[in-house]
């Protein structure tokens, strides 16, 4: 195993751990991977949060070859085809978060209510249309509906970011859920009033110039 791999591990455990304490997952629900030489590294099959451990973090090809004893997630077939088609990313992570999961059981977007709906790469956060868990119909339906973006609905089941580093990667998650919760919110009260494209278009050439830049 080496140094990088090692300390990749560690991080997956870790952000398992992360989404109990944030709110964005519970039991066995949910599950993470990461990029490395090879092919993934994926949560187990079946095994909360609390009882993970780097060793039990299971190496695998994306075509469905794993190493050790551990099983991996059943959603293997969605983390492997979303590394497989997207360069970009490096890390995934999937959760049953309550807001995000409430709308996408109702199979609502998540419109432009909220400039911070642009973090995920667009204005709209989509929906991915059902298909059964850890299918390659599924894995194929999110590949699809992200197309170029961070994160997506999936219709009767949750959500799911993207990015090409773990932390990014849970960052996105938890504004998806923060974005589904205003959403929710706003539909007690009458509804939200929508940032238009060239508004959303505005805030994603701001972000470009957001935050802190090394210098060359």
């Known amino acids: ?62 075509d469905g070859e794993h190493e050790g004893a551990m099983r991996p997630t059943s959603e293997w077939r969605m983390h492997g085809s979303i590394l497989a088609a997207r360069p970009d990313v490096n890390a995934i992570v999937h959760c049953h978060s309550r807001y995000a999961t409430t709308l996408a059981c109702a199979h609502r977007t998540i419109p432009p209510l909220h400039y911070m709906t642009a973090v995920t790469g667009g204005g709209e956060i989509r929906l991915a249309p059902y298909q059964p868990f850890g299918s390659e119909e599924l894995a194929q339906a999110i590949v699809e509906t992200l197309d170029g973006r961070l994160a997506c609905l ?24 923060e974005q589904a919760a205003v959403y929710h919110g706003t539909l007690a009260i009458g509804g939200a009033k929508i940032l238009s494209d060239a508004q959303i278009d505005d805030v994603m050439q701001r972000f470009a110039g957001y935050g802190q830049k090394k210098e060359g």
């Open 154 to 177: 999936m219709a009767n089941h949750g959500q799911i970011a993207v990015a090409p580093t773990l932390d990014f990667a849970m960052m996105v998650a938890t504004e998806v859920e």
């Open 1 to 62: 195993m080496t140094a990088d791999e090692s300390v990749l591990r560690r991080e997956i455990v870790a952000a398992m751990v992360a989404m109990d304490e944030k709110g964005l997952n519970h039991g066995t629900a949910g599950n993470v991977s990461a990029r490395v030489e090879g092919g993934m590294l994926v949560t187990p099959s079946g095994v909360p949060a609390h009882l993970l451990t780097p060793d039990s973090i299971v190496r695998m090809s994306f």
